[in-house]
């Protein structure tokens, strides 16, 4: 479905990120070309999946201009918007559990698929932590990886300048439309960033506003976007800590500084003794030479994903969906009488092993309504097990 078609929809009340992917997963589709389409699409995707409300021909309308509009701004202001079916969309982000739908993105389309390491911390560091970030972007960036922050104040900002000033590419994600600078005082950062091959990317539409739970949502993709996360400095109940545990999920490289004995600012690096003292972190960083270390790890994980990638392109292939659209086709499993043949060849192609043989998975998912449930969330947790043993 073309970019413009998602875009109309999104902008539909009552037409959420769930909505969504259950209408990507319909594979005999039209595009649509009036609001009317835009009726009909939901129209079939409740027939199929039930529970979708039907917007009226009012709504329709106001997605339909609506999406018009955003294109016509993002044109005006050089924004690209890609799906998940463009060449340019980042290989790394496809394969995480909830890829964003559409990106919008304001540069360089190819620095978002190169080798990256997301710099994360705190936006109130101390002198030390955003001197290191400074510095240790700069090394990143001379070993030709990209840098991936948020461009809040504090490490994210220190994190862009240290990759601009080796002349580095740098790209900042972003919890709103691209058509603001959030915080304000950044927009001459971010105009440097799109000046020196880098990018501003968001899952936003031009237009939106900003939402604390957008921020969470972000971290996602910094961390999706990258082979490894690398924490300078955070507290315990930092929102750094977000992207660590996104990290974690999506089975990246976690990377966690060591700062000196006796720090005269230790609760902003609470986290970060927290994360070394759990084990949490794969790489303890306490020198420079420890950038070849992470180089290694995640030059191997970047191998390790794109062997995932490669099986996520079989299931694709094989039932002609995306791996979101596989899962929604999984979950749909639970309410259907007969298993469905897409099912069986997705779990043939993601070597999914269910904890019930497939003929009685339905009737098994009706038995368990009161249990356990069998749904894309466990399978999801066996598609982490195909992972570690890859």
């Not at 917007?55 to 609506?66: L, T, V």
């Not at 991936?148 to 994210?156: Q, R």
């Not at 596989?326 to 192609?349: G, M, Q």
Request: with cysteine; charged share 25%.
């Amino acid at each position: 479905m073309e970019p413009i078609s998602i875009l109309a929809l999104q902008q539909i009340s009552g037409v959420g990120v769930k909505t969504i992917e259950k209408i990507l997963s319909i594979t005999d589709l039209l595009e649509p070309t009036c609001p009317l389409d835009l009726i009909e699409i939901l129209k079939k995707a409740n027939g199929e999946f039930g529970r979708i409300s039907i917007p009226d021909i009012q709504d329709a309308n106001k997605g339909w201009d609506k999406a018009h509009e955003i294109i016509n701004i993002s044109q005006k202001q050089n924004i690209k918007i890609i799906s998940r079916e463009s060449p340019y969309y980042p290989e790394c982000l496809s394969i995480i559990d909830n890829p964003p739908v559409l990106l919008h993105v304001k540069g360089n389309l190819e620095a978002l698929n190169k080798n990256s390491i997301a710099i994360v911390g705190t936006r109130k560091p101390s002198d030390f932590g955003k001197n290191q970030a400074k510095k240790i972007a700069k090394l990143f960036a001379k070993e030709g990886y990209v840098v991936i922050s948020g461009l809040a104040e504090g490490i994210d900002s220190a994190a862009h300048k240290g990759a601009l000033e080796t002349n580095g590419q740098t790209v900042a994600v972003l919890a709103h439309g691209l058509d603001i600078v959030y915080p304000y005082k950044n927009k001459e950062l971010a105009d440097a960033i799109i000046i020196n091959n880098g990018a501003l990317v968001s899952e936003y539409p031009s237009g939106t506003k900003i939402f604390n739970s957008f921020f969470v949502e972000r971290d996602r993709i910094q961390s999706g976007l990258s082979l490894g996360v690398l924490v300078i400095e955070t507290g315990i109940k930092g929102g750094t800590m977000h992207t660590v545990g996104f990290c974690e999920k999506q089975k990246r490289v976690l990377i966690v500084m060591k700062h000196p004995l006796n720090s005269p600012e230790a609760s902003k690096q609470s986290g970060n003794n927290q994360l070394i003292a759990d084990n949490r972190a794969n790489i303890v960083f306490e020198n420079d030479d420890d950038v070849y270390l992470a180089k290694t790890l995640m030059q191997k994980k970047k191998d390790e994903l794109y062997a995932l990638k490669s099986a996520y392109q079989s299931g694709s292939k094989i039932t002609s969906m995306s791996r979101p659209s596989l899962l929604v086709t999984l979950d749909r499993c639970e309410h259907a009488s007969t298993i469905k043949e897409e099912v069986s060849a997705f779990v043939s192609a993601y070597k999914l092993n269910l904890s019930v043989p497939l003929a009685g998975y339905a009737q098994s998912n009706k038995k368990k309504k009161r249990g356990k449930k069998i749904s894309a969330t466990s399978n999801n947790r066996k598609l982490e097990d195909f992972e570690d043993a890859h």
